[in-house]
């Protein structure tokens, strides 16, 4: 039996987890801007990749495009129906515009928390490693995206912006496991409904909204969208439909199960989303701990 | 030319790896597996295998960062463990003859050992709340199957080239 660590080599492996626990430790801190080195490296295999998702996209469009070109008849059959009753929808839509117009006229209120700032991003990257699932997106700095925005598909919100480079940027999924990521989610019924979009079921791909409160009632189909309330997202943007609702660990609070309503799996493009209304200054946030009065 | 076909290799499957995920579905055969792509590490281990322990850690030293900064954001993790798995899976190699299926057998085991010490580490940093078995069930085999038919189908062309690469190495 051969030794497998020599003493010159204990010594290697143990420096080696020291300096491993070091690295850890510095990425895991709450850094606003990843260092200059990660940039560039992230810059440059982030141009290597937009040159080799771009032709790729081109062709899964194509095969997929086939695919679908199977049921293309029963479609067309439903989105006929479909399209009668948009016409009045659409006109519904536009008097509600209207009214709301004028009304927050009368008010003098110019902004709301739904207004927002669309920019269309591709996705040239995914980790492989799929502990955390993350996007990578070819806009970064230069094309004003920040960190914390939102970032939806055409069918819902899919996630948040989490770290910012020159030219690309990384986007967090709501399907991954940060404990960190909480966003204020509202349940649209009779009464709206607050909690928080914490965590998600591996299993069922289910996400979690916590912190509703025991009193409420909530039921199977109910729409949930973003509140607005969390001072970074826009209101309004789709999160998906309930499917479940179980009492908490104590029975002071709610889980609702919600389905999102955008798939988290082949995405190809993505759009950020800008907030237009101010947005709280950190200085003017307390630190979450209880003040004196 | 042919000195930088090596590097070219590593850093296409590096991008495959990205594009592979992005491209998976939903759920596979129905099932709600966690299919991870390790063909970088695979190769990496057939490199060190066949080619030797020195440019097989200084690969995965330097991919093994790369793949932390640009897509994992921690870094840390697998700069440490492609680089000592390499150096153990080269360890265990002095004691057996490189056989095809000896060098498919260890690849499979240095992949469990890696999904191993990331589910470890993962764990310590709160970011996995994924319990054991459930570790085992829906990620840790379906990755071993798909890794298998990776090494099937290229494995042996690998063998070929990293075997000429030593030659080429020790003409030198």
């Known amino acids: ?251 002071l609070n709610q889980t609702a199960y919600v389905k999102p309503g955008a798939d988290f799996y082949d995405i190809q493009n993505v759009i950020v989303i800008k907030r237009l209304m101010t947005q709280p200054q950190v200085s003017q946030m307390s630190s979450g701990k209880e003040e004196d009065l | 030319m042919k000195k930088i076909l090596l590097p070219l290799l590593f850093m296409c499957l590096f991008l495959v790896e990205s594009l592979f995920v992005e491209y998976l579905p939903d759920q596979v055969f129905g099932q709600n597996w966690i299919l991870v792509p390790r063909f970088l590490f695979s190769t990496l281990i057939f490199l060190t295998i066949y080619t030797g322990k020195k440019q097989g850690i200084l690969y995965a030293a330097i991919f093994g960062l790369v793949f932390d900064v640009v897509y994992v954001e921690v870094i840390g993790i697998y700069l440490f463990l492609f680089p000592l798995i390499c150096y153990l899976v080269s360890k265990i190699m002095h004691l057996w003859h490189d056989n095809f299926m000896i060098a498919f057998f260890v690849t499979i085991c240095a992949t469990t050992l890696l999904e191993l010490g990331s589910f470890g580490i993962q764990h310590i940093i709160h970011i996995a709340n994924l319990d054991f078995i459930d570790f085992l069930n829906l990620r840790l085999f379906p990755t071993l199957i798909l890794n298998a038919i990776f090494l099937l189908i290229f494995g042996y062309p690998l063998k070929r080239y990293f075997e000429k690469y030593a030659a080429r190495l020790s003409g030198e």
């Open chain 1, 1 to 251: 039996m051969p030794q497998f660590f020599s003493n010159k080599r204990l010594i290697i492996l143990l420096v080696s987890m020291i300096v491993l626990v070091a690295l850890i430790g510095f990425s895991l801190r709450e850094r606003n801007r990843p260092s200059w080195p990660e940039q560039f490296v992230k810059d440059t295999t982030g141009w290597v990749q937009s040159l080799v998702a771009k032709p790729t996209h081109y062709f899964a469009g194509l095969f997929s495009s086939l695919h679908e070109l199977e049921n293309t008849y029963q479609e067309n059959k439903e989105l006929k129906s479909r399209i009668d009753k948009l016409a009045s929808l659409e006109a519904e839509v536009q008097t509600l515009k209207k009214d709301n117009q004028s009304l927050r006229d009368t008010l003098g209120e110019k902004q709301t928390l739904s207004d927002n700032d669309p920019l269309p991003a591709t996705v040239i990257g995914r980790n492989p490693d799929r502990w955390t699932e993350m996007l990578i997106i070819d806009k970064g700095n230069v094309n004003g995206i920040k960190k914390n925005m939102a970032v939806v598909t055409a069918t819902g919100l899919i996630g948040k912006v989490k770290s910012v480079n020159q030219f690309s940027s990384t986007v967090e999924l709501l399907s991954a496991m940060d404990p960190k990521n909480r966003i204020s989610a509202l349940i649209q019924g009779k009464s709206d409904v607050y909690g928080f979009v914490q965590g998600f079921d591996e299993k069922q791909k289910l996400l979690l909204i916590k912190s509703i409160p025991a009193g409420t009632t909530i039921t199977k189909g109910q729409n949930v969208i973003t509140s607005g309330l969390g001072g970074i997202f826009p209101k309004g943007l789709e999160i998906g439909k309930v499917v479940d609702v179980k009492p908490d660990q104590y029975g």
